[in-house]
């Protein structure tokens, strides 16, 4: 394989990235407009991404592996060292691909640590809100606790309604 179809291979991985970028953007959208009806939709299509990625990845690692062994290269070489072993016009192109890398690498792990962070804060919202039904009169008891306001004049929610 040649510098030309391992830079093919590297647009495709560019464009798979730039994907994962939108399917999070628009889970974190979802989360914090609080619509939750969507964001099990919205995890499949992140994990779809990654899915597609891992693959192409797997194919980038031994078409780079062949590419090395034509520049001269051991094995396992990095991007970086591609792009000192590429000839000219190959070294740019490279180095563009590994800017882009970068920067996507760096937005994705922003969003994601961002996503992590309004499902967290999602989740203690709803156990505090649990904890709070659970203390008021009326309200269902914990599991196999006995019912409150049983003989004080309360009624559990399910009879009052």
Known sequence: MGLQEVSTIFWRERELLELLLFRLESEQLLLAAGRTRWLALATQEVDRALQAIRQTELIRAAEVEALAA???????PSLAGLV?????PWDGVFDDH?????????EITGLA??????????YVAVRELLARLADEPGSYPPPGAPARGAGSGTRPLDEAM
């Open 70 to 76: 034509e520049l001269g290269l051991g094995p396992g």
């Open 98 to 106: 590994r800017r882009a890398f970068i920067e996507l690498t760096n």
């Open 84 to 88: 000192r072993a590429a000839p000219k």
């Open 113 to 122: 640590e961002a996503n992590r962070d309004l499902l967290h804060r999602g």
